[in-house]
Nanobody, 117 residues
Framework: QVQLVESGGGLVQAGGSLRLSCAAS????????MNWFRQAPGKEREFVAA????????HYADFVKGRFTISRNIAKNTMYLQMNSLKPDDTAVYYC??????????WGQGTQVTVSS
């Protein structure tokens, strides 16, 4: 059974930092793209960042470039999102996602990030 479990969310002041983790289990993710999405209250879920599990190439939404860094530790089967210079607009539930062409996508349960002004 595939599981993605996020952790690391919390309350932080504007300008602060948090590191989110996504622990993956239940299958090999070597051919997957791993993603972070977020959803703020009253808004649609939006893409934040992606990493190719095997090659490590990354892609970011424009609104996080230069502030967030996505990475993964293959040995630990864990993906990370280092978030710096946080803004109140970054307040959302952050979700881990794994997907590849032709297969079901997997989602974690989400972790709340709240940035106070």
């Amino acid at each position: 059974q595939v599981q993605l479990v996020e952790s690391g969310g919390g309350l932080v002041q504007a300008g602060g930092s948090l590191r989110l983790s996504c622990a993956a289990s239940g299958r090999t993710f070597s051919s997957y793209t791993m993603n972070w999405f977020r959803q703020a209250p009253g808004k649609e879920r939006e893409f934040v960042a992606a990493i190719n599990w095997s090659g490590g190439s990354t892609h970011y939404a424009d609104f996080v470039k230069g502030r967030f860094t996505i990475s993964r530790n293959i040995a630990k089967n864990t993906m990370y999102l280092q978030m710096n210079s946080l803004k109140p607009d970054d307040t959302a539930v952050y979700y881990c996602n794994a997907n590849r062409l032709g297969s079901n996508a997997y989602w974690g349960q989400g972790t709340q990030v709240t940035v106070s002004s």
